[in-house]
């Protein structure tokens, strides 16, 4: 199974961005869905999860008024789409599957089986 995370870039504050994760093999329709991020010096915290189904999502509270997850089943694929962005979303954002989910939406990242290569995004004036 691979992740393949895209649509990270440079920002001014205030711009949106949509972020996209690939997942090839395996079952996706199958798979728990997260969002991480890591900012330099601090440790990775979760963003976001989505169910296997799409019906169910939970936001962290630090960004639930900003941002929303989304997937297709049909494209393998799970969305962020990132509203208002502002310099502390700076970050490399991670994708991550749950190929086994025990819960719909997964909080605990030792949970995940898998993890995407990540991709930068920068927020700056």
């Known amino acids: 199974v691979q992740l393949q995370a895209s649509g990270g870039g440079t920002v001014q504050p205030g711009a949106t961005l949509l972020l996209s994760c690939v997942v090839s093999?395996?079952?996706?329709?199958?798979?728990?869905m997260g969002w991480y991020r890591q900012s330099p010096g601090k440790d990775r915290e979760f963003v976001g999860g989505?169910?296997?189904?799409?019906?169910?999502?939970y936001v962290d509270d630090s960004v639930r008024d900003r941002f929303t997850l989304s997937r297709n089943n049909a494209e393998n694929t799970v969305y962020l789409r990132m509203n208002d962005l502002e310099p502390w979303d700076t970050a490399i954002y991670y994708c991550?599957?749950?190929?086994?989910?025990?819960?719909?939406?997964?909080?605990?990242?030792?949970?995940?089986?898998?993890w995407g290569q990540g991709t930068q995004v920068t927020v700056s004036s």
């Open positions: 991550a599957a749950d190929a086994d989910p025990r819960v719909p939406i997964v909080v605990d990242a030792t949970r995940y089986d898998y």
């Open positions: 093999g395996g079952t996706f329709s199958k798979y728990a």
């Open positions: 989505i169910s296997a189904g799409g019906g169910g999502t």
